[in-house]
């Protein structure tokens, strides 16, 4: 039988990725969704991504008897002194959907010139099994905002995100590519070898 590993997001489009990230390892992916039971809310009240990712994984393998897998993410803007970071779901409002976060960010940076639009994702992601936290890993991917929105790919900040060395945002490549270069593929890439030594 296959191992099994819950992925905690909620988001559709994360959980996507990450699924497609895990597709070369020998294990049952499943999400919070697919389990049928009711799994408490987990208030991010971290100050950092680490924080909120070994929050979130440490609660729901309280209540789940299998591997949890957490990851939390954002865009830290070097203009805007690390915003939207931690607050980057509900840069614009609490449930605000992407197209809202995207026009507040590109507002703010209107009057910021090419050469200082400088922006990073990251992603950290928490292991836990039974309460006890596994490890920990963590990805970034550096590049720039853009002063439009371009390409219909991905999600969030997809479309006014150049990845460094490309003239392309995230939202204008294939999903394939993306996941070679983003953040959550590397922290992943380090997630895999904790997932090895432990299940
Ligand atoms: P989380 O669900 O609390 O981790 O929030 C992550 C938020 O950061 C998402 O809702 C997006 O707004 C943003 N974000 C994280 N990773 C990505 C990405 O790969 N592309 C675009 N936006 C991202």
Redesign the pocket.
């Known amino acids: 039988m296959k191992k099994k590993i819950v992925i905690s997001?909620t988001?559709r489009n994360?959980k996507r990725?990450i699924e497609k990230l895990l597709n070369d390892m020998d294990l049952e992916v499943l999400a919070l969704s697919d389990l049928k039971m009711h799994i408490p809310h987990v208030i991010?009240d971290g100050k950092t991504?680490r924080q909120?990712a070994i929050k979130k994984a440490l609660t729901f393998s309280r209540y789940i008897n299998e591997t949890i897998l957490a990851?939390?993410?954002?865009?830290m803007v070097e203009a805007l002194g690390g915003k939207p970071g931690?607050r980057?779901?509900r840069?614009a409002r609490a449930k605000a959907t992407?197209k809202e976060?995207n026009a507040k960010l590109l507002q703010l940076m209107k009057n910021v010139p090419h050469g200082k639009r400088q922006a990073t994702?990251a992603?950290v992601i928490a292991i836990a099994k039974n309460g006890a936290l596994l490890g920990t890993s963590e990805g970034l991917c550096r590049g720039t905002i853009g002063f439009e929105l371009k390409g219909k790919s991905?999600?969030?900040?997809?479309p006014i995100?150049t990845p460094k060395g490309y003239k392309h945002t995230?939202a204008e490549f294939k999903p394939s590519f993306?996941n070679r270069i983003?953040?959550?593929a590397e922290a992943l890439k380090k997630a895999k070898l904790i997932i090895q030594k432990y299940l």
């Not at 990851?71 to 865009?75: F, H, N, P």
């Not at 991905?154 to 997809?158: C, E, K, R, V, W």
């Open positions: 997001t988001n994360k990725e991010e991504f909120n990851d939390d993410s954002g865009l931690i980057s779901s840069f992407d976060n994702f992603c991905g999600f969030g900040y997809d995100f995230f993306k983003s953040h959550r």
